[in-house]
């Protein structure tokens, strides 16, 4: 008989786990690519950009890399529009998700993070939005022992860099940061650079998961993680989210709040996590 995966050992030993096939493509995934689909046909139409939009696979390829090249600032509309789509609140509030951290959290409340979930469009060769090695505390807050889940709206492939985790970086526990703009502009969390990067990953074996539509990555808040570099010709899609535990003692101590995305610095509320440089 095949053993069942026990997932919270992994998870516990690895700092993160993929499920695979976690989430039904056709009733939780395919609704989500669909209005996305939708939005960017409809603000092709709307700008007057040549491109074709009328299969799913079109419009979340060549159809948004011809809007976002027309001008960027439509490829930032259909970003902030794609994460109103209510099948894609339905998959982040989707009862499964605090199931899963429940198992993986003994005795956690789990919270869902306002403003912790969006859909990345990585485009190829686009720097700025490129996540840097970073854990996920900083960037998130609420508290220090929650999950990102991650999982993507096309299939992965190597070329499309995908997202790299550095196996048991959890056990680094929490890394102090500093900021650095890259000279190109990051800012907010994508500003954020480990202390002592190179040293500290040095100690890691790094994973580059190759994922489907349905699969599920899980990442530990504290797990060393960055996105990978896109060189495919078409746009990497994929979905983020954060739960965090109400129970965990620095959350309380926190009071929940969050960072960046809840419009606060981090840096004022854990002045002892930045070095400087
Ligand atoms: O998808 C990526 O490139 C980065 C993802 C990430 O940092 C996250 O989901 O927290
Ligand atoms: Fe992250």
């Avoid at 046909?41 to 696979?57: F, I, Q, R």
């Avoid at 001008?71 to 009862?95: H, S």
């Avoid at 469009?121 to 939005?129: G, H, L, N, V």
């Avoid at 202390?195 to 349905?214: F, V």
């Amino acid at each position: 008989m095949e053993k069942t995966p026990d997932y919270a050992a992994d998870f516990a030993r690895d700092g993160f786990v993929i499920l695979r096939g976690f989430y039904d493509t056709r009733t939780q995934i395919e609704p989500i690519r669909e209005n996305i689909r939708w939005i960017i046909e409809t603000l092709c139409h709307k700008y007057g950009v040549n491109a074709p939009t009328s299969t799913v696979d079109e419009a979340l390829g060549p159809g948004y890399l011809a809007l976002a090249k027309a001008n960027r600032e439509w490829g930032g509309e259909v970003y902030d529009a794609v994460k109103q789509i209510p099948a894609f609140m339905r998959l982040v509030c989707d009862t499964r998700n605090a199931e899963m951290f429940a198992s993986l959290r003994k005795d956690s409340v789990p919270g869902l993070a306002a403003g912790g979930y969006g859909i990345r469009i990585d485009a190829p060769y686009e720097e700025r939005f490129r996540a840097p090695w970073h854990q996920e505390f900083p960037a998130q807050l609420r508290s220090l022992d929650g999950i990102v889940f991650w999982t993507p709206l096309i299939s992965v492939t190597k070329e499309h860099g995908p997202v790299e985790i550095a196996q048991s970086s959890h056990n680094e526990g929490l890394v102090p940061v500093h900021t650095d703009d890259a000279g190109i502009g990051k800012s907010g969390a994508y500003a954020l650079q480990l202390d002592k990067e190179e040293e500290r990953l040095g100690r890691y074996k790094r994973m580059a998961p190759l994922t489907e539509p349905g699969d599920l990555v899980l990442m530990d808040f504290l797990t060393l993680h960055q996105s990978g570099k896109n060189m495919a010709e078409s746009p990497r899609w994929s979905i983020q989210f954060r739960y965090f535990n109400y129970a965990d003692p620095t959350g309380i101590d926190l009071s929940w709040q969050g960072s960046f995305a809840a419009g606060r610095d981090f840096a004022k509320i854990l002045p002892e996590l930045v070095v400087k440089k």
